[in-house]
C-alpha cells in the first residue's frame, strides 16, 4: 500500500481529542448504573460535575465548585473516615493534574476503598476547551502505578469500560482511571451550588440528622 | 552548609500536653508537613492507635484531606510550619465556602532569631493571610501556654464551625541554626 493512503494516525494534542470512541455522559452513566446505594461521591468542578448530575445526583454525592485540585485529596480524607464505604472521586484532567502530589499522599495508608476516575478529554472544558498536559501524552495512569497505586489503567473503549467498572466500584485499590472522551462540549446541568447545604445534606444521608449543626 | 537541627525540636515538652489535648477533642486525622518544631507530636500522633497520621507532599492537602474526613464523621488537625500558609490560600475557599471546622497549628518561622531571610515574607504576612480568608489566628508565645490556646482553639473549631489556626511562635520552638 503507498504510504500516503495508509491510515494516519491522528496525534495532534489540539484535535486527536475530538474523535475519541467514549463520550463522558455515556461513561458516567454506565459507571453509576451498578453503583451501590451507599456509594460516596466527590466530583470535581466543571463539567464532571455536570456529568454526576445528568446521571442522577444524590445527597452522598460532594460537588466541588472552586478549590481546583482538592478532589483526590478530599476522597483521601473521605475513605479514611469511612473504611466501609466505597470512595468515587470522579474529576477531570485538568482539575487532577493541579492535584498530582495527591497521587503520593494517597500511598501512605493505600485506602482499599478508594477510586479515582478521571474522565480525560485533554481539555480545560470551562475556559475554552484549551489542552491540558494529557494531550502532549502526559500518562497520569502511570504516575499512579510508579506511586504504587495496585490498580490502574486507562480506558479508551466501551469493551475496556465493561472490564474496569467491576474494579471502579469494587475491587480493592486504590483505584486509579484515566478514561479518554471525546473532547465536546455538552449541556450545562448544575447541581447545587451552595457549600453548605451541600456539606450537610452528604453528612445527614451519612451520618444521620446529628450530624449537621 | 551543614543544617543543624540542634536548637529546633529540643522545647518539645509542650507536645505531649498538645496531643493529650487533640485526643480529648476527639482528632482522628492528624495530617501534617513536618516541621521540626511538630516533630515530637508528629512522632505522637502516628504512634497513637485511635489517630490516622498521613504526611502530604504540599499544605494545601491537607485542607481539602480534612475536609473529606468532615464529610466522613472525622474530626482532623493540620500541623504545619508558616512557610505553607501561603501554599494554602485557594483552598481555604473550600473552609470558606462550606463552612468546614478547621483546626491548623502552625509553628512559625522567620520570627525570632531567624536566620533565612527567604523565611521572612511568609511569615511576617502569615497571620494576614489567615484572616484575610476568615480564619481565627490565635497566637502562643510561651511554652505554657500552648496546650490551653490549642484546646480552646479546637472547641471553637468543632462547636463552631470555625477555622482556627493556632500559630506557635519562634521563640516557643527555638531557632534553627546553621553552621559552616
Not at chain 2, 493529650?20 to 505522637?44: F, N
Not at chain 2, 504512634?47 to 472525622?74: C, K, R, Y
Not at chain 2, 480568608?133 to 463552631?160: N, P
Amino acid at each position: 500500500m503507498p504510504a500516503d493512503m495508509q491510515p494516519t494516525l491522528n496525534n495532534d494534542p489540539a484535535t486527536r481529542a475530538n474523535n475519541y470512541t467514549l463520550r463522558r455522559r455515556e461513561v458516567i452513566a454506565r459507571i453509576l448504573a451498578d453503583r451501590p446505594k451507599d456509594l460516596l461521591i466527590v466530583v470535581g468542578l466543571g463539567t464532571p460535575s455536570f456529568d454526576i448530575v445528568a446521571a442522577g445526583d444524590t445527597d452522598l454525592t460532594f460537588h466541588l465548585w472552586g478549590a481546583m485540585g482538592s478532589a483526590i485529596s478530599i476522597g483521601i480524607g473521605l475513605a479514611q473516615a469511612r473504611p466501609q464505604n466505597r470512595v468515587l472521586v470522579t474529576t477531570g484532567d485538568g482539575e487532577m493534574l493541579m492535584g498530582l502530589g495527591s497521587l503520593a499522599t494517597a500511598m501512605v495508608h493505600k485506602p482499599a476503598n478508594l477510586t479515582v476516575v478521571v474522565t480525560d478529554n485533554e481539555r480545560y472544558g470551562a475556559t475554552g476547551m484549551q489542552t491540558t498536559h494529557t494531550a502532549y501524552d502526559v500518562n497520569v495512569p502511570e504516575m499512579a502505578r510508579a506511586a504504587g497505586w495496585p490498580i490502574t489503567g486507562t480506558v479508551t473503549s466501551a469493551v475496556e469500560l465493561e472490564t474496569a467498572v467491576p474494579n471502579i466500584l469494587r475491587a480493592p485499590g486504590p483505584v486509579f482511571y484515566a478514561i479518554k472522551v471525546r473532547a465536546e462540549e455538552d449541556g450545562m446541568l448544575l447541581p447545587p451550588k451552595d457549600g453548605v447545604m451541600l456539606r450537610d445534606r452528604f453528612r445527614k444521608a451519612l451520618l444521620g440528622p446529628s450530624a449537621i449543626f | 552548609m551543614p543544617e543543624s537541627d540542634v536548637s529546633p525540636g529540643e522545647n518539645t515538652h509542650w507536645s505531649g500536653d498538645v496531643h493529650a489535648v487533640l485526643k480529648d477533642l476527639g482528632v482522628r486525622q492528624v495530617v501534617y508537613v513536618p516541621d521540626a518544631g511538630h516533630k515530637r507530636l508528629i512522632e505522637m500522633c502516628a504512634a497513637d492507635p485511635d489517630m490516622v497520621a498521613t504526611q502530604l507532599t504540599t499544605e494545601e492537602e491537607g485542607i481539602a484531606m480534612l475536609s473529606g474526613a468532615f464529610l466522613g464523621g472525622d474530626r482532623g488537625v493540620l500541623l504545619m510550619q508558616s512557610s505553607g500558609v501561603g501554599n494554602c490560600m485557594n483552598m481555604l475557599s473550600l473552609t470558606y465556602a462550606c463552612r468546614f471546622p478547621l483546626l491548623m497549628l502552625v509553628t512559625m518561622r522567620g520570627q525570632w532569631g531567624e536566620f533565612v531571610s527567604w523565611q521572612m515574607p511568609t511569615a511576617k504576612n502569615t497571620p494576614k493571610m489567615l484572616q484575610l480568608y476568615d480564619v481565627l489566628v490565635q497566637e502562643a508565645d510561651r511554652i505554657e501556654e500552648v496546650a490551653e490556646i490549642v484546646e480552646a482553639a479546637g472547641r471553637t473549631a468543632f462547636d463552631g464551625p470555625n477555622a482556627v489556626a493556632v500559630l506557635i511562635s519562634q521563640r516557643v520552638i527555638g531557632s534553627k541554626k546553621f553552621t559552616r
